[in-house]
Antibody, heavy 119, light 107 residues
Framework: EVQLVESGGGLVQPGGSLRLSCAAS????????MSWVRQAPGKGLEWVAN????????ASVDSVKGRFIISRDNAENSLYLQMNSLRAEDTAVYYC????????????WGQGTLVTVSS | DIQMTQSPSSLSASVGDRLTITCRAS??????LNWYQQKPGKAPKLLIY???SLQSGVPSRFSGSGSGTDFTLTISGLQPEDFATYYC?????????FGQGTNLEIK
């Protein structure tokens, strides 16, 4: 059974940093692109960043470029999101998702971890 | 960036109804269109990928169609567990973008 379990969320002040983790199991982690998708309270979904199987390619939405860094450790079956210079507008539930997979879809999602940026 | 626009934003329906949700892309995305269902407090669930391919384990009452810029998600014979929010997502190019969502409520 595919499982994605996020951790690392919490309350942080504006300008602060946080590192999210996603532990993957039930599939060959090193064979898949992986992504982070977020959802602000009461709002829709926003793709944040993705990373290729071997980490050689990464992409992110403009609003986080230069502040967020996606990485992975295939030996540990883990995905990470280092978030720096956090802003109030980064407040959201952050989901780890497998993909882009078939035709660019995200076929499995974690339960999410809440990041709140507030003073 | 490719903009995705869903309609309607909200919809009331009854168990057993057949309904259609529309998603329009701001430029052609071929068939790189996916549909998700999200229930309150839960992660999204993939329903349809490549515009019309049913994800494994998803009931056959869900179907998708379209290509280019116009797409539809149809639910035939609404069940109580189908009341949720539905999102389309384009995977043609980054940044991958989602529609604003369609909230399906019980009439």
């Amino acid at each position: 059974e595919v499982q994605l379990v996020e951790s690392g969320g919490g309350l942080v002040q504006p300008g602060g940093s946080l590192r999210l983790s996603c532990a993957a199991s039930g599939f060959t982690f090193s064979s898949y692109w992986m992504s982070w998708v977020r959802q602000a309270p009461g709002k829709g979904l926003e793709w944040v960043a993705n990373i290729k199987q071997d980490g050689s390619e990464k992409a992110s939405v403009d609003s986080v470029k230069g502040r967020f860094i996606i990485s992975r450790d295939n030996a540990e079956n883990s995905l990470y999101l280092q978030m720096n210079s956090l802003r109030a507008e980064d407040t959201a539930v952050y989901y780890c998702a497998r993909g882009p997979a078939n035709w660019g879809s995200f076929d499995y999602w974690g339960q999410g971890t809440l990041v709140t940026v507030s003073s | 960036d490719i903009q995705m626009t869903q309609s309607p934003s909200s919809l009331s329906a009854s168990v057993g109804d057949r309904l259609t949700i529309t998603c329009r892309a701001s430029q052609s995305i071929n068939s790189y269109l996916n549909w998700y269902q999200q229930k309150p407090g839960k992660a999204p669930k993939l329903l349809i990928y490549a515009a019309s391919s049913l994800q494994s384990g998803v009931p056959s009452r869900f179907s998708g169609s379209g290509s280019g810029t116009d797409f539809t998600l149809t639910i035939s014979g609404l069940q109580p567990e189908d009341f949720a929010t539905y999102y389309c997502q384009q995977s043609y190019s980054t940044p991958y973008t989602f529609g604003q969502g369609t909230n399906l409520e019980i009439k």
